[in-house]
């Protein structure tokens, strides 16, 4: 099994989405610097998880979730998710 996962930074707010098999380790990482991108945003917490069967698939939902519409659908699903205190899987 494979994650998709979605950070917010907690310093300005921007979001990262990558892949994974172990989502919190590669948190961790990202917290640790070791990620050029993500070493100037720290500290970053995980809002979206979402698992899929084997990286092709994980690859294709990663490039649906940074694209304009993915990101539209990400807003609400969190919008709609804080109503209920929840976060997706």
Not at 50 to 65: F, Q, T
Request: glycine share 6%.
């Amino acid at each position: 099994m494979v994650v998709i996962y979605v950070l917010e930074s907690e310093k300005d707010g921007r979001w990262y989405t990558g892949m994974a098999i172990h989502a919190t380790s590669r948190l961790h990482e990202h917290n640790s610097g070791k990620n050029r991108f993500t070493k100037s945003h720290l500290p970053w917490k995980i809002i979206y998880l979402e698992n899929c069967a084997d990286w092709k698939a994980v690859r294709i939902r990663e490039k649906y979730l940074k694209s304009a519409a993915g990101k539209r659908w990400l807003v609400k699903m969190l919008n709609s998710n804080e109503n209920t205190g929840s976060l997706p899987d």
